[in-house]
């Protein structure tokens, strides 16, 4: 056997002990899917390095700085997007293969657990959790606005609209239900 073989099969076992004893360590007796999370932030990485790749090899200056307006509707945008697809009724079957139905979580919203099942756990956690959606849904429009400027801005107006419409209505909800209430207590 050759020498280096020897020496990189020693120190692979090194490090996965090492990896074992940390995951170990981290967990306290909890079943913490650590490299899941390590293969999400690979995926991340990869995807933000793609659009970058495109952005440069297409030639597409970077602005100076953010202009606010564009904060504002990034933000705004990625809010109702990432809501939309991590909680919303009808993209349930996109996290189906990774998810477990719960019940109904508030007007039009699921609560759904991700399944236990190794690789399918930390998707789970990333398709029902509009906070961590929200990471790539915002590096999504983020690079769309540098390659396809119009369009995004576009689909980002659409999704502020929804996001506008959406607390109209549970504004009008509430004061709704507190009419109700103050007629019933009036009577």
């Given at each position: 056997?050759?020498?280096?073989?020897?020496?990189?099969?020693?120190?692979?076992?090194?490090?996965?002990?090492?990896?074992?004893?940390?995951?170990?360590?981290?967990?306290?007796?909890?079943?913490?899917?650590?490299?899941?999370?390590?293969?999400?932030?690979?995926?991340?990485?990869?995807?933000?390095?793609?659009?970058?790749?495109?952005?440069?090899?297409?030639?597409?200056?970077?602005?100076?700085?953010?202009?606010?307006?564009?904060?504002?509707?990034?933000?705004?945008?990625?809010?109702?997007?990432s809501r939309l697809l991590s909680k919303a009724s009808v993209t349930s079957p996109l996290r189906a293969p990774f998810t477990r139905y719960v019940g109904p979580q508030g007007p039009a919203e699921l609560h759904e657990e991700a399944r236990p099942e190794p690789g399918r756990h930390t998707a789970g956690e990333l398709a029902?959790?509009?906070?961590?959606?929200?990471?790539?849904?915002?590096?999504?429009?983020?690079?769309?606005?540098?390659?396809?400027?119009?369009?995004?801005?576009?689909?980002?107006?659409?999704?502020?609209?929804?996001?506008?419409?959406?607390?109209?209505?549970?504004?009008?909800?509430?004061?709704?239900?507190?009419?109700?209430?103050?007629?019933?207590?009036?009577?």
């Amino acid at each position: 056997m050759n020498t280096s073989t020897v020496t990189d099969s020693r120190l692979a076992r090194r490090l996965h002990r090492l990896l074992d004893r940390t995951r170990r360590n981290y967990a306290a007796g909890h079943d913490r899917p650590l490299g899941g999370y390590l293969a999400a932030m690979a995926g991340f990485a990869a995807y933000t390095a793609a659009w970058t790749t495109a952005v440069r090899r297409l030639g597409r200056p970077l602005p100076e700085r953010p202009e606010p307006w564009d904060v504002a509707l990034t933000s705004v945008a990625t809010f109702r997007l990432s809501r939309l697809l991590s909680k919303a009724s009808v993209t349930s079957p996109l996290r189906a293969p990774f998810t477990r139905y719960v019940g109904p979580q508030g007007p039009a919203e699921l609560h759904e657990e991700a399944r236990p099942e190794p690789g399918r756990h930390t998707a789970g956690e990333l398709a029902t959790c509009p906070f961590c959606m929200s990471v790539w849904v915002a590096t999504t429009l983020t690079a769309g606005q540098l390659l396809w400027p119009r369009p995004t801005r576009t689909a980002m107006g659409t999704l502020a609209a929804l996001a506008g419409a959406d607390a109209l209505q549970l504004a009008y909800s509430a004061l709704v239900t507190t009419t109700e209430k103050t007629s019933d207590e009036q009577m």
